[in-house]
């Protein structure tokens, strides 16, 4: 196997696009608010890296107005929570032993993804499923989401890079390692990027997720999770489940391999 010390690319704060009258951006995100306007959602689970449909549909509609329908999504229960973490533990060996330049170029990939052909996509969601303004949602779901990502790798890097000093003799190093299971991320209603980041980072770090977006953000987290798998991201790192909140926490706080949570609140 070749090896090698790598340098990262240079990371950069993504620039915000202005979205102004005749602007070719501007022009592409209205055609897609159109498209996605007409609605025929149907959003499955993402479980070990496959689509899980159950039939117990829910619907998705625009925060700003509730009679417009966009389609549904598959509600899961205590089992679908179980399957999520059997997926995330099966997965976890083989990523966490996966080298940090693989795991880097994985969330990189996404993050060029997400700043290229995904951005009038990911924008548009955001308008429409969280009543975010052109502007609003750039700065959001666009380029914090890729500062994320990108910098995020900037930060592991920095974190392995501690190290202690050695004696005259001896070589100390620090060796720095996944937690032991899986992690639950629980994302909220109002940001792409952190409903992004809440499962990136972990995962980025050599864990394995269990992850529950807001009932209100399903739409924008389903699209981050085409967009990792798209990248490159394995089969069971990150395991999407739309699930009742106390379903969710009976199941996971319970769980012998739970190691961590990541959430946040405002």
Known sequence: ??????????????????????????????????????????????????????????????????RHLLGHYHQGDKNHLQ????????????????????????????????????RTTFNA?????????????????VC???????YNVRNMVEIYRMQPNSSPGIWNRMVWRPLEGFIFALTPFNFTSIAGNLGGAPALMGNTVVWKP???????????????QEAGLPDGVINLVYADGREAAEVVFNHREFAGLHFTGS
């Open 1 to 66: 196997m070749s090896k090698g010390i790598y340098q990262l690319p240079e990371v950069k704060n993504e620039p915000v696009k202005s979205y102004a009258p005749g602007s070719p951006e501007r022009k592409a995100l209205k055609q897609k608010l159109e498209e996605l306007n007409r609605g025929g959602l149907d959003l499955p689970m993402m479980i070990g890296g496959k689509e899980v449909r159950t039939g117990n549909l829910q619907n998705i509609c625009p925060p700003h107005n509730h």
């Open 83 to 118: 399957m999520a973490i059997d997926a995330a533990l099966k997965a976890k060996p083989a990523w966490e032993a996966m080298s940090w330049e693989s795991r880097a170029a994985i969330f990189l990939k996404a993050a060029e993804l997400i700043a290229g052909p995904y």
């Open 125 to 141: 969601v955001t308008m429409i499923g969280q009543s975010k303004n052109a502007y609003q949602s750039e700065i959001d779901a």
């Open 144 to 150: 914090e989401l890729v500062d994320f990502y990108r």
């Open 214 to 228: 807001s009932k209100r953000a399903v739409w924008p987290a389903h699209l981050i999770m085409e967009v990792l």
